[in-house]
Every structure is written in structure tokens, then in C-alpha cells.
């Protein structure tokens, strides 16, 4: 059949809206067609929050293997901003933990924190013989807060006699830095997480010795910063008269590195996180206390029995894994 001009015309107006469509799919398949695989970036998992510049340089800098003794290879990520585990009520500690089934067996007491020395050379009880990952897993299923203890070098001039040969050295700083590492590998073997407290326990030394005491404050605040670095709170333990009293002195000087919670011993008086002498009520407060207001007493709960030092409690605990 011939096409007259105008009939062609025609024809060609009415496939203009298919031939519209066709370029439309087009260019909507073209980018799919000539893509490549997903880039590797696409499945990155997003960065950890608190990681960052900061995260990656404590990581660096604990990768280093002359900077970073013992097990631990990297220093975790900062600790997220949402804080610790607080605990407020009474407290136990002992010398050696005891076992899981105990603490069931204490659940008939007002006691729901105990105090774990954990690591040091300086334990009275070092062999802990019930101490693993699944005894901390155990304590946190039976209803139980802990309180981890580090209890390593001391003060030269340390009253007792028994702690001497623990004495810290010539090189505070550095003997600082490296037993807040020996605390954070061992915290990280047994489940302890960041935003944990770690309680450096220090015992009681002479303030009148001031080369003693001033060796004592630069090895506290070392271990402190460290500590810090790797996300765990520096806590601190030690006789209200000495250790806690120095404290409480290098703050009102304005002095920087100081323990974030504190646990003072003064027996024989009404549990309570206020009313220290040496402890103003601005100071390591809300939430930064633990008096240990009773020692080496021994009680029974559910057929077990205990010698135990007893506190009251007001201050973050342990958060397990």
C-alpha cells in the first residue's frame, strides 16, 4: 500500500509516545548495566561509637610492643559516654573469693556487692582459687555487684611490715603505668568491661615521710592515668588517715590524675559514705564512695560462713561480659 505524505506523518506523531517510553527504560537500566561489583566501603561495618582519631591512637600506641608489656596486644576503644554501674547498699569484701554456691547461699543476707582482689603481687590471698571468667559470669547471675580489687607495689614507707617488700621503686612513673596494664590485662581475662571500676588498693603509709609520700602520689596517679586511657575508672582504697587523707589534700592543691571513686576504712563507726573527716561532702560526690566501717568479722548465712570486712556502698561496680 503507498503512504501519502500526510498519512506518514501521521503514523510517525503516533509512535513518538512508545519511542518515549523505550529512551525512558533506557536510561533508568543504563547506570545497573554499567556498574561494577559493590565497592568494598558498601560492606564496611560503621565505626564503633567513641572510636575515631583518639580510639585508633591508644590503639597504636598499646600495639607497640615496647609501650605495651605483657598480654594485652591494643588498647579498647574510649568507653561509651553512658557511664558505670552504680550500686548503693551494703558491701562485703574477703581475702579470697569465695565460691559461686556461697554467694547463693549469702542471698538470704542484706550483702549484694563483694570486693575481689583480682590481681597484684601484693594480695594477702594470690592463688584465688575460685577466680575465672565463669566465677564473675556465676556472681552477676546470682544477683551479686562486684567490686574489683587491685592490690600490687606499695608505699616504702607502708606500715605494715608484710607489704615492704612490695615497696615501689625509683621509677614511680613508669611503675605506675605498667601495673595499671597488669589491671586492665587481668580485668579483660576475667569479663571485666570498660566504664568498670578498678580499686587500686593502697594500705596504709606514713604522711610524715614526704619523700615516701610524694613517690607514693606520682606511682597513684600514673596508674590512675592509665587506667583512665584504657576506659576504666581509677577507684581507690586505702586507710582514712593515710592514704585517703593524702587524697583528699592533693585535690584541695589542685593536684590532677587522682582516683575517681573512693573507698575509705575507718572501723568501728556507723556505715555511712558522708561524714569522713578528711573527705569534704563536694568531694567524690554523687555516687563515689564505699566505707569500710568493719574488719575480719565472721558470718554465717545460708549453712556458710565467712570472714568478710563489711561496707556500705555508694559507687559503680563491676560491668561483666
Not at 15 to 37: D, E, K, N, R, Y
Not at 74 to 96: I, N, S, W
Not at 139 to 151: E, Q
Not at 306 to 314: S, T, Y
Amino acid at each position: 500500500m503507498r503512504w501519502t505524505k500526510s498519512a506518514k506523518s501521521i503514523a510517525l506523531l503516533a509512535l513518538l509516545p512508545t519511542v518515549g517510553l523505550v529512551l525512558a527504560l533506557m536510561a533508568a537500566l543504563i547506570p545497573s548495566w554499567f556498574s561494577s561489583s559493590p565497592k568494598a566501603s558498601d560492606a564496611r561495618p560503621a565505626e564503633a561509637s567513641g572510636a575515631g582519631k583518639a580510639g585508633r591512637a591508644a590503639e597504636a600506641a598499646a600495639a607497640d610492643p615496647a609501650a605495651s608489656p605483657g598480654p594485652a596486644a591494643r588498647a579498647p576503644a574510649k568507653a561509651p559516654p553512658t557511664g558505670p554501674y552504680l550500686y548503693k547498699g551494703f558491701g562485703l569484701d574477703t581475702c579470697e573469693a569465695p565460691a559461686v554456691s556461697s554467694l547463693r547461699a549469702w542471698n538470704s543476707s542484706r550483702y549484694r556487692a563483694i570486693g575481689v582482689y583480682f590481681a597484684g603481687r601484693g594480695r594477702a590471698c594470690p592463688k584465688q582459687h575460685n577466680l575465672s571468667p565463669q566465677w564473675f559470669q556465676g556472681a552477676k547471675w546470682a544477683g551479686w555487684r562486684v567490686l574489683p580489687i587491685y592490690l600490687g607495689s606499695q608505699a616504702p614507707c607502708v606500715k605494715n611490715k608484710h607489704k615492704r617488700k612490695y615497696a615501689i621503686g625509683a621509677d614511680p612513673y613508669g611503675q605506675g603505668v605498667t601495673e595499671a596494664r597488669v589491671a586492665v590485662n587481668r580485668a579483660r581475662a576475667y569479663g571485666i568491661m570498660p566504664r568498670s571500676p578498678i580499686y587500686l588498693d593502697i594500705e596504709a603509709y606514713s604522711l610524715s615521710n614526704r619523700a615516701c609520700a610524694d613517690r607514693t602520689l606520682r606511682f597513684i596517679r600514673s596508674w590512675n592515668r592509665e587506667v583512665s586511657r584504657f576506659g576504666y575508672l581509677p577507684g581507690f582504697y586505702s586507710s582514712a588517715n593515710a592514704g585517703v587523707r593524702h587524697m583528699a589534700q592533693a585535690r584541695a592543691q589542685g593536684i590532677t590524675d587522682l582516683p575517681a571513686v573512693m573507698w575509705f576504712a575507718r572501723w568501728k563507726t556507723p556505715p555511712s559514705a558522708y561524714g569522713e573527716k578528711w573527705l569534704p561532702n563536694t568531694a567524690w560526690h554523687p555516687n563515689r564512695r564505699i566505707h569500710q566501717y568493719v574488719g575480719h568479722v565472721v558470718e554465717t548465712h545460708g549453712g556458710r560462713a565467712l570472714r568478710i570486712d563489711r561496707n556500705w556502698v555508694d559507687a559503680p561496680v563491676a560491668v561483666i561480659q
